[in-house]
Nanobody, 113 residues
Framework: HVQLVESGGGSVEAGGSLRLSCATNAAVFSDDCFAWFRQIPGREREGVASISIGNGLTDYVDSVKGRFTISLDKRTVYLQMNSLRPEDTAVYYC?????????WGQGTQVTVS
């Protein structure tokens, strides 16, 4: 089965940066779509960024455009987060959609103060 392991979370002051990593346990396929979601306390889980492997197209929620960048290197998907704001505080989850199935990581905490 597909496994995703997130890492790179932590605490940072407003304006700082973090890079989240999502490591997969298997090959990445051209039809894969990877995404980062976040769960802000008291809110529903929301999509933050996504990348379609085959064409490299990326998409971002408006609140992170220009600040976050999603990318892929081999079997690891990254989320570079710059100019972090307190409202970015959340548990961040990696997700991959493969052949109609969705797989989730366990999440990594990001705290911005």
């Amino acid at each position: 089965h597909v496994q995703l392991v997130e890492s790179g979370g932590g605490s940072v002051e407003a304006g700082g940066s973090l890079r989240l990593s999502c490591a997969t346990n298997a090959a990445v396929f051209s039809d894969d779509c990877f995404a980062w979601f976040r769960q802000i306390p008291g809110r529903e889980r929301e999509g933050v960024a996504s990348i379609s492997i085959g064409n490299g197209l990326t998409d971002y929620v408006d609140s992170v455009k220009g600040r976050f960048t999603i990318s892929l290197d081999k079997r690891t998907v990254y989320l570079q987060m710059n100019s972090l704001r307190p409202e970015d505080t959340a548990v961040y989850y990696c997700k991959v959609e493969r052949f109609g199935f969705r797989y989730w990581g366990q999440g990594t905490q990001v705290t911005v103060s």
